[in-house]
């Protein structure tokens, strides 16, 4: 057990639709990063927050957005659902920014 | 555009085996290279490289990190059935990491 969770474990939603996923951090950790993992595309980074701000971005679509809350959790919102969406969208966090990283289990997200 | 590659895409051995994993990286802002084990859950640490050539050691795995060539090999000696799982090498900086495709390793009994 990393220390990292993510809600829900498991999602299932209809093209077109939004959908939330939360993370929370480990305990003192400020760093919150949020990847894809897609059978056809392997991990791919999507965003980073370090105490609230934005610091970098990857490989993430418009109709993604996320956010750090104050209290350090973040949630990574999905849009316009497409099938090409399903994927396991996984969680991460560090103490700083060039720490290691510890990922949560993961929300397994599935578009019919 | 950075680019991670591993090899061998996968491998099948027998316990008791040595294997080593290869990845190459070309990262624009290099700081790290780190390795993750991902079996049928989420990637689990297990080691992040800054210097050339300091080998790093956990149990029968190791690692090294040459910066000149951009190059890194995992270890594992001593195979074991439960070291069956991907490896996932990532390089950049911890904020913008670039994944290679992973290398699936098969321990036979």
């Known amino acids: 057990d990393s220390g990292v969770t993510q809600t829900p474990k498991h999602l299932i939603t209809a093209t077109g639709q939004r959908v939330t996923l939360r993370c929370s951090p480990r305990s003192g950790d400020l760093s919150v990063y949020w990847y894809q993992q897609s059978l056809d595309q392997g991990l791919q980074f999507l965003i980073q927050?370090?105490?609230?701000?934005?610091?970098a971005k990857g490989n993430i679509l418009e109709r993604f957005s996320a956010q750090q809350f104050p209290d350090l959790h973040s949630e990574l919102n999905l849009s316009s659902l497409e099938l090409g969406d399903s994927a396991l969208y996984f969680c991460a966090s560090s103490v700083a920014r060039e720490e290691t990283q510890y990922f949560g289990p993961g929300t397994r997200l599935l578009v019919l | 555009e950075d680019k991670v590659v591993q090899s061998p895409l996968s491998l099948v051995v027998h316990e008791g085996d040595t294997v080593t994993l290869n990845c190459s990286y070309e990262?624009?802002?290099?700081?790290?290279l780190l390795w993750y084990k991902q079996e049928k859950k989420a990637p689990t640490f297990l080691f992040m490289l800054t210097s050339s050539g300091i080998e790093k050691k956990s149990g029968r795995l190791s690692s090294i990190l040459d910066k000149k060539e951009l190059f890194s090999i995992l270890n594992i000696t001593a195979t074991q059935t439960g070291d069956s799982a991907v490896y996932l090498c990532a390089g950049g900086d911890a904020g913008k990491s670039t994944f290679g495709d992973g290398t699936t390793l098969t321990v036979k009994p």
């Open positions: 990262v624009t802002n290099f700081r790290s």
């Open positions: 927050y370090y105490n609230g701000e934005e610091r």
